[in-house]
């Protein structure tokens, strides 16, 4: 999920670098697979939101 954060982090700042490493600061699990929190790149918050089914990601959005 990180790497997966951390390309389009930067793909929306349309730069072809990364500004830094990404933390993770909360990440949340549900029993129906959804799975949101937020994480922080370059002193940004970013926060995201993905589903789960059959132990593959199926959805992923940054907010």
């Given at each position: 999920m990180?790497?997966?954060l951390s390309a389009r982090l930067?793909?929306?700042r349309g730069q072809s670098t990364a500004s830094g490493p990404v933390r993770m600061d909360t990440l949340h699990l549900r029993a129906d697979g959804e799975v949101f929190g937020t994480a922080v790149s370059g002193g940004r918050a970013h926060a995201?939101?993905?589903?789960v089914a059959d132990n593959r990601m199926?959805?992923?959005?940054?907010l």
């Open positions: 990180r790497l997966h930067r793909a929306a995201f939101t993905a589903r199926t959805s992923f959005r940054v």
